[in-house]
């Protein structure tokens, strides 16, 4: 159902960022937990993971946007739950 569901997506005018697990390195809210923060998580990629694999966080407060942009590891940043004015 995979290929049917991306497909799907491009048929309504939006756009694939994965296709899979493997193609990019995503960052959630649990993992920034587990790790100690934001930047403890980013540093941790940065140290393991090779330089051409893509990385994605999502943030879901604005402090956690300055400290992305202040490590400057991510590729993509994903504004988890935030309305509209923020």
């Keep these: 159902m995979r290929l049917v569901e991306k497909q799907a997506v491009l048929h309504g005018g939006g756009v694939n960022h994965r296709y899979s697990l493997a193609d990019a390195i995503l960052i959630k809210d649990n993992h920034i937990a ?5 930047q403890a998580v980013l540093e941790a990629v940065k140290a393991n993971a090779s ?14 946007l300055e400290d992305v942009l202040t490590v400057g590891r991510a590729d993509v940043v994903l504004l988890d739950n935030m309305n509209n004015d923020t």
């Design 51 to 64: 330089h051409m694999m893509k990385v994605e966080i999502e943030v879901d407060r604005l402090d956690q």
């Design 34 to 38: 587990a790790a100690g923060g934001v």
